[in-house]
């Protein structure tokens, strides 16, 4: 297994000059870090005072389950080249998001007169609704155009990357056309875009945490299938297995999982949680199940370190989140290099 994801991404083992400097690099981050060991002790300390506001635990109880579906995910789709679905489905995400908000501006007095007054009142009411939680209304935007971009990339006439272009910048357009026109939005609009870890309120925790088991569970589930389908999808379709189904499958977790991420992370960055353990397990291990088991655990560990990051720094809860799983990816290579 471990030949067949080498030779899937044309790796080459790196040379003696990439071993030396390697090594080089990790004996400078080592005497770096022995240096600063007073501002790293403080750091710890000030972390664990952050650990005693609820709406930090929030977020991190969420957040990891949510890193963890990403992960287990994002093997998948790195090695399916699907890597930057996740990117075009939150910019699809972010349309939907505020499209859902910009409803709370939505009043009776301000609906079309020729509609009765009780049926005015309740299209209002059933607006402030869908405003006071968005994350069901994008969710389900989110999955439909998950489902219609696995088809319309899987149309010879239009191809993966060019279905994520057209539906993820039109989808985008739509989110800044709606936060420029209504008003009072745009104070939100950097929130949605780079996280932000007040953004996970009590009332999304149980949604979010049903969404995530089930994610988890289906994934566990389905592993020989999405496992067979992931590495031979023609020779699994040959044999009679349900190959397009799988593939809906992944794109429905695959949307549910950026939906309940972006929030935190950003839709500008929450793809990075899809992509950066999943390659960083990769340049580890050659190993299908050893990868996923490296990602899920790197997924965590770097989310939970990158908002206590963005906590002590100030920092947006997406920014440093990717900031330590890019620290991660170049550690892991380091690792590789001297290991061959």
Known sequence: MGTAILHLFGEKRPGRAGRRLSAAVLVLLAVLA?????????????MGMYLGYRFILRALAVGSLVALCAALLGVILVLKRYSMIGDGLSHVGFGALTCAVALGCVTAEGLPRFLPEGARTALAGLCAAVSESPLVLTLIVVSVCAVLLLRVSQNAALHGDSAIALISTSSLALGVIVTSSVSGMNIDVYNYMFGSILAIGESDVPLSVGLCAAVIAMFVILYPRIFAVTFDEAFFRANGGPARLCNTLIALMT???????????????????????????????GSYRKAVICAAIVSVVCFAAGIMLSCVASLPAGAGIVAVNLCAFLLANIIRSLRS
């Open 255 to 285: 949307a549910v999982t950026i939906v309940l991420g972006m929030r935190l992370m950003g839709t500008m960055l929450i793809s990075s949680l899809i992509i950066f353990p999943a390659l960083t397990a990769l340049r580890l291990f």
């Open 34 to 46: 022995l240096t600063h060991i007073p501002r790293i002790t403080a750091a710890f300390g000030e």
